[in-house]
């Protein structure tokens, strides 16, 4: 379980990081970084990138506490 969580928690905080770096600089990033390329965030790439870093840290953090 505690690998599971961590392994969901990375994969948030780099989804969230890559939007926001493609958020504020404009860069392509590679295809793995989705977020830029959802079609209804058009806009809302800053918000939605810094929510997703947050939620992973927070998963990050909560993986932390489960029991071994």
Do not use: H, N
């Amino acid at each position: 379980m505690k690998r599971s969580l961590e392994f969901v928690g990375m994969v948030l905080l780099v989804e969230g990081g890559g939007g926001l770096l493609a958020g504020l600089s404009g860069l392509t990033l590679p295809v793995w970084i989705v977020l830029p390329r959802i079609g209804f965030l058009d806009g809302y790439q800053v918000f939605s990138g810094a929510v997703l870093a947050v939620l992973g840290l927070a998963v990050l953090v909560a993986s932390d506490r489960v029991a071994r």
